[in-house]
């Protein structure tokens, strides 16, 4: 995730509830993902947990996104 989307979100999330759940959601997923990831080797349940969790971090992170495309880039970069 780029930098500026990280502050962007931040920002957001400090005065909008629905992005602050989503934000400390896709958190939460990323900290069980790196968990997962530190181990040497995954069951076949923990490989399916995995899966499922990427899946559910990049549809929150859809949807963070798709409300940032709403919102005017206001760091002047890229426009």
Do not use: N
Not at 57 to 62: C, E, F, I, Q, V
């Amino acid at each position: 995730m780029d930098p500026r989307d990280i502050e962007r979100i931040r920002q957001l999330a400090a005065r909008d509830d629905t992005v602050r759940e989503l934000w400390d959601r896709h958190c939460a997923l990323a900290a069980e993902l790196d968990a997962l990831d530190g181990q040497r080797f995954l069951t076949p349940q923990e490989g399916l947990r995995r899966r499922e969790l990427q899946k559910a971090k990049l549809a929150g992170r859809d949807r963070i996104q798709a409300i940032l495309d709403r919102l005017p880039d206001k760091t002047g970069i890229g426009t």
